[in-house]
């Protein structure tokens, strides 16, 4: 919480623009972490690990953030249709 308190003072003090900063842009996965060409104000080790690069058992997400808004308006239910367990239940 102290690292996320840091960081939310660079951007208030303007070291870090409000569009493009470690925090709108967690998490980092490591696809865009190795990439040949960085486009951030900010450097990949404050992206990887804002107290230690030394964490041993540091998670890599597969995807950076996931749009819960887009997901809750357009919801896809995978569950069996209400006659299916009527029907399993008979």
Known sequence: ??????EIAKVQDGTWPKEDNPLVNAP????DIIADVWHHPYSRQ????????R??????????????AFGDRHLIC???????WQ????
């Open 1 to 6: 919480m102290i690292a996320i308190a840091g």
């Open 28 to 31: 980092h996965v490591m696809e």
């Open 46 to 53: 404050e992206a990887v690990a804002a107290t230690d690069l």
């Open 55 to 68: 964490q041993a058992n540091k998670y890599w997400p597969p995807v950076a953030r996931v749009d819960n």
């Open 78 to 84: 995978s569950c069996p249709s209400l006659e299916e």
């Open 87 to 90: 029907e399993a239940a008979e």
